[in-house]
């Protein structure tokens, strides 16, 4: 009859949907993923959690920071954010990524970005503007920044070299 033809279709149009649904989801990739966790770690740096900052990081992370310092380890680093949050009560640094490039591996990725850093000094306000590069890798199925560095181009500040 009609009714049992059109009961044997409809859990056929249901399965097509469901698929059809499923197909269309946006799937997050790897480059969105580290995007990301560069949004938590600036929201990490915000709200002053040196334990969430460092937890981004490498056991054998590496920096060279704006000035020119290299500092290693994710220890090091721990105390370098420690002094620098004491030292300025309002510290902010953004970092905004303008690309990033996952390996055709899956394992490591290329971020390219500018940041800015900003406090307040006894003198005025104090404000750093530069070009960053970021090397991720995959650690145990999550994304650890290897290393980085940063490169200042702009200050704005009475204490400019």
Same mark, same amino acid.
């Given at each position: ?11 056929? %149009?249901?399965?097509? !949907? ?6 269309? &989801?946006?799937?997050?990739?790897? !480059?969105?993923?580290v ?6 770690s600036?929201?990490?740096i ?5 334990? &969430? ?6 056991? #054998?992370?590496?920096?060279?920071? @704006?000035? @020119? ?5 994710? &220890?090091?680093?721990?105390? !370098?954010?420690? &002094? $620098? ?5 309002d %510290?902010?640094?953004v970092?905004?990524p #303008?690309?990033?490039?996952?390996s055709?591996?899956? $394992? ?5 970005g500018?940041?800015?850093g ?5 003198? @005025? ?8 590069? !970021?090397?991720?890798r995959?650690?145990d ?7 980085? %560095? ?5 200050? $704005? ?5």
């Amino acid at each position: 009859t009609g009714d049992d033809v059109m009961s044997m279709k409809v859990p056929g %149009l249901m399965l097509l !949907a469901v698929l059809g649904t499923a197909q269309s &989801a946006p799937r997050q990739l790897p !480059a969105d993923d580290v995007r990301s966790l560069r949004k938590q770690s600036n929201a990490a740096i915000a709200r002053h959690d040196v334990e &969430a900052v460092v937890s981004f990081l490498d056991s #054998e992370y590496q920096i060279t920071v @704006g000035s @020119g310092d290299l500092f290693h380890g994710r &220890a090091a680093e721990l105390e !370098a954010w420690r &002094a $620098e949050f004491a030292r300025a009560a309002d %510290l902010v640094y953004v970092r905004t990524p #303008e690309s990033v490039e996952v390996s055709t591996s899956g $394992e490591r990725a290329a971020e390219v970005g500018v940041w800015v850093g900003a406090w307040t000094t006894l003198s @005025g306000p104090h404000r750093l503007r530069g070009r960053y590069a !970021a090397h991720w890798r995959k650690v145990d199925g999550s994304w650890k920044i290897r290393s980085e %560095l940063f490169v200042t181009l702009n200050c $704005e500040s009475v204490r400019c070299p």
